[in-house]
């Protein structure tokens, strides 16, 4: 696919998540706590043709690399996602997304009762099951509403 | 049993379950046998809610064993009003216990407080979470008068916060049991718990009335449905109505039904109940001894030994 084709242009230095789910973008920028307010420059590019997914969004965030645990849930919500991270216009790294065994400190408990949503001094964390997490405290399990609850 | 604290019942396998049974068995036919022999150590009772029973039954458990008990009393009159997080109040009643029994209205307080001391934690219930020491009770229960295979079982009422539900139809995935769940729509199991039983691949249906499947049951285990979780009143009364029984409902019930409560009840089983051959609730209550007295004993045997492999290296 060419650059003309995507319509978004290339960045100096920063993070490129391509592969993303078709529709997933704007859950991919509240993963990164994203919502412009903090001037980074950002890219979306949704529901563009895909050979591997067949439509798939990608966003390119301009002076910003993931951490791992930004990662760990990303990889919740777009599994086959590839981050490229760049310096000086070159991708200098290039990663598939893997699913942990668990996530920690990125995720807020949905059960308001859960001990980990009290003034404790804890961090969340969650089992990664099958088709969604698991907390470890109250083992509310969430699943398509993961998007919703990230806390980072 | 090899572990060091008892937090939910997912945690327990056959062994671990049938291991605490026997000692229940053995400490119930020789009560003498167990007096005195923890002699020299302190159990926390710790209750951020009230408990009548449960906490009784673990003091009277600790104290046959030779156990002293601090109680930390009404939460009104205790530090926790002041703000101060669970986490620091165990670690504080670590200092002054060899074992901490804890009851909490958050689901999870008893996973965190684990997390932060090293002596055993018992969870007596954590909001609608767990209560994996009535749910060992309610299973020698159920041994001493069925066994606890080839077994059908009946659990009724709200299933939805019920945290005795919530440990017993886990623990019960241990062993040959198929599960009937009857409820209302608003009051069935939580996904939590459907997660558990799914994973083990458990025999489980869920039926709005009692009628059709009592006949089948060998134990009908009967919890209350409390008003609160009815925004409306009206609705409750008659939700809660079509989930009480009394002598009448089981005539209908195989001659050897066991019926079992963790009580309190209020009026989901009929006082006429009581006189007959069925009811198993106060008996259940009792059991809370013998087997809260082989849990004590078992986790602080493993916290001895623990403690002694940390010495020899």
Redesign the interface.
């Known amino acids: 696919m060419s650059e003309h084709e995507l319509r978004v242009s290339k960045i100096r230095d920063g993070t490129v998540i391509d592969h993303v789910e078709g529709g997933q973008a704007l859950n991919v920028l509240a993963i990164l706590g994203i919502d412009g307010s903090e001037g980074l420059g950002v890219s979306v590019g949704m529901n563009v043709p895909s050979d591997r997914l067949g439509r798939k969004d990608l966003v390119k965030v301009e002076g910003r690399e993931l951490s791992q645990s930004e990662v760990d849930v990303l990889s919740l919500i777009a599994p086959e996602a590839t981050i490229n991270i760049v310096r000086e216009f070159e991708v200098v790294e290039k990663n598939r997304v893997t699913r942990p065994d668990r996530v920690a400190g990125v995720l807020s408990c949905p ?1 308001r ?10 961090e969340t964390r969650f089992e990664v ?1 099958a088709d969604g997490v ?8 969430l699943r398509s509403d993961i998007a919703e609850h990230i806390d980072v | 049993m090899r572990q060091d604290h008892l937090i939910t019942a997912t945690q327990l396998s056959r062994d671990d379950i049938e291991a605490v049974l026997d000692r229940a068995r053995e400490v119930a036919a020789d009560p003498e046998a167990y007096a005195g022999r923890h002699g020299g150590t302190m159990l926390a009772l710790c209750f951020f809610e009230p408990s009548t029973r449960t906490r009784m039954s673990f003091d009277a458990a600790a104290k046959r064993l030779g156990i002293d008990t601090i109680d930390m009393g009404d939460v009104d009159s205790s530090s926790v009003s002041k703000g101060e997080s669970l986490a620091d109040t165990v670690r504080v009643i670590e200092g002054y216990a060899d074992s901490i029994v804890l009851r909490h209205p958050s689901e999870g307080a008893a996973t965190l407080a684990a997390e932060f001391v090293d002596v055993p934690v018992i969870n007596a219930g954590d909001g609608a979470g767990q209560h994996p020491s009535q749910t060992l009770l309610d299973l020698h229960t159920i041994r001493e008068n069925h066994g606890l295979d080839d077994l059908t079982v009946g659990i009724m009422g709200d299933l939805k916060y019920g945290r005795t539900v919530h440990s017993l139809a886990t623990a019960l995935t241990n062993f040959d049991a198929r599960q009937h769940f009857i409820s209302p729509e608003s009051l069935r199991l939580p996904r939590s718990v459907r997660f558990d039983l799914h994973e083990t691949g458990a025999q489980i249906r869920e039926h709005e009335d009692l009628e059709g499947v009592l006949p089948e049951l060998d134990v009908l285990y009967v919890t209350r449905i409390q008003k609160e979780r009815f925004p409306d009143e009206n609705e409750y009364h008659r939700v809660a109505g079509q989930y009480r029984i009394d002598a009448d409902t089981l005539e209908a019930a195989p001659d050897d039904l066991t019926v079992m409560h963790p009580l309190p009840r209020v009026d989901e089983i009929a006082a006429d109940v009581d006189d007959t051959d069925h009811a198993r609730y106060f008996e259940q209550a009792h059991n809370g001894i013998p087997v809260r007295m082989a849990l004590l004993d078992t986790l602080l045997e493993n916290a001895e030994a623990a403690e002694g492999m940390e010495v020899d290296r």
Do not use: K
Not at chain 1, 113 to 122: G, L, M, Q, S, Y
Not at chain 1, 134 to 141: E, I, L, M, N, P
């Open positions: 059960n009762n859960c001990i980990t949503n009290a003034d404790e001094p804890v099951v698991r907390c470890d405290y109250c083992s509310t399990v």
